[in-house]
């Protein structure tokens, strides 16, 4: 089968600030690359289809790596990501795991969006993987497992960090924080040091941290089907 769903969203603003936002770049090009390396073919998702916007933030100079760099001047990557699938065009059955990028975004399309959890749900239960980076964690919160258990009770996950929400000074403008809500869903919820790379394998479900995070992801994912070959 080797496919993989990568989720993105699309909220091209904050619904309630003058502040662009969209997928952070880095968080799906290191988690892609790693995956096609390794012969995965990507197909992107969002929760209505179609142009996903790219956060300008994540385009700073000092964001961007020589491999952002290289996905953002490939016209065939730009091109997927501006004709992405809707939920309801995806089957379950065809993709090995399922991934959910960030950018400040997802925090109003990716939690309440039922296709999605469906999605994510059945490729679980059909063996598959379960995977997010950073806000993208929020993709996770209301999956539930076949006995109707919210999946990532009792695991061990990792999202974008209070204190890293603090640190960027949009604690009070997201409608929640990721952390907090990991929490409140009964993850055992543990963390890096801010800003660097980290992530966590709990069971079938692959977490990372933050922007630095996708590549960790990504290895983590890729041992997880390694093994189950």
């Known amino acids: 089968m080797k496919n993989i769903l990568v989720v993105v969203t699309n909220i091209s603003k904050y619904p309630n600030q003058e502040r662009a936002t969209g997928l952070w770049l880095g968080e799906a090009v290191h988690f892609v690359d790693e995956m096609e390396k390794e012969g995965y073919k990507i197909v992107y998702v969002s929760p209505k289809g179609g142009y996903t916007s790219i956060d300008p933030h994540?385009?700073?100079?000092?964001?961007m790596t020589e491999l952002d760099w290289q996905y953002y001047s490939n016209d065939d990557f730009l091109n997927k990501?501006?004709?992405?699938?809707s939920?309801?065009?995806v089957n379950p059955e065809d993709y090995d795991a399922i991934y959910y990028t960030g950018g400040h975004g997802v925090m109003w399309d990716f939690p309440n969006d039922e296709k999605l959890q469906n999605i994510a749900s059945k490729i679980y239960d059909n063996g598959g993987i379960v995977s997010a980076v950073?806000?993208?964690t929020v993709g996770l919160l209301n999956i539930k497992n076949a006995v109707g258990n919210y999946l990532i009770a009792g695991k061990k996950v990792v999202g974008f960090a209070?204190?890293?929400?603090?640190?960027?000074?949009?604690?009070k403008i997201v409608p929640f924080l990721t952390e907090d809500e990991?929490?409140?869903r009964g993850a055992?919820?543990?963390?890096?040091?801010?800003?660097?790379?980290?992530?966590?394998?709990?069971d079938r479900v692959v977490t990372g941290q933050n922007p630095a995070s996708?590549?960790?992801v990504a290895k983590g994912v890729l041992k997880l089907l390694k093994s189950a070959r």
């Open 58 to 63: 994540s385009l700073q100079p000092d964001q």
């Open 81 to 85: 990501l501006g004709a992405t699938l």
């Open 87 to 89: 939920a309801e065009d």
């Open 134 to 136: 950073c806000h993208g």
């Open 162 to 171: 209070n204190t890293e929400e603090i640190a960027l000074g949009l604690d």
């Open 182 to 184: 990991l929490v409140n």
């Open 188 to 202: 055992n919820y543990v963390k890096g040091e801010d800003w660097a790379a980290f992530a966590v394998v709990d």
């Open 214 to 216: 996708g590549g960790a």
